[in-house]
């Protein structure tokens, strides 16, 4: 299955994201565990820094910085 393009993004409470991709499936992320495990995403405790979240060009994941993106295959497998 070809992973489908993301089309939304939407900061929510307790560092999680709503994400919605083409074709109208919408599902939320839990980023804490990326925040424990991944040095760069402690940046995202910073509020102002994780509601920067946007959807990068094309659809193909979403973005803050170099250091904090993910891809869509990510948010599409670890999304519920």
Not at 15 to 30: H, P, Q, S, W
Not at 49 to 57: E, G, R, S, T
């Amino acid at each position: 299955m070809q992973v489908p393009k993301i089309i939304g993004v939407v900061p929510q409470a307790d560092y999680g994201l709503e994400i919605t991709f083409d074709g109208g499936i919408v599902k939320r992320l839990d980023i804490k565990p990326y925040i424990a495990e991944f040095a760069p995403f402690a940046q995202l405790k910073n509020a102002a820094l994780f509601n920067a979240v946007k959807v990068d060009i094309g659809g193909m994941g979403i973005v803050r910085n170099d250091q904090i993106d993910l891809s869509r295959y990510d948010a599409w497998e670890f999304g519920v």
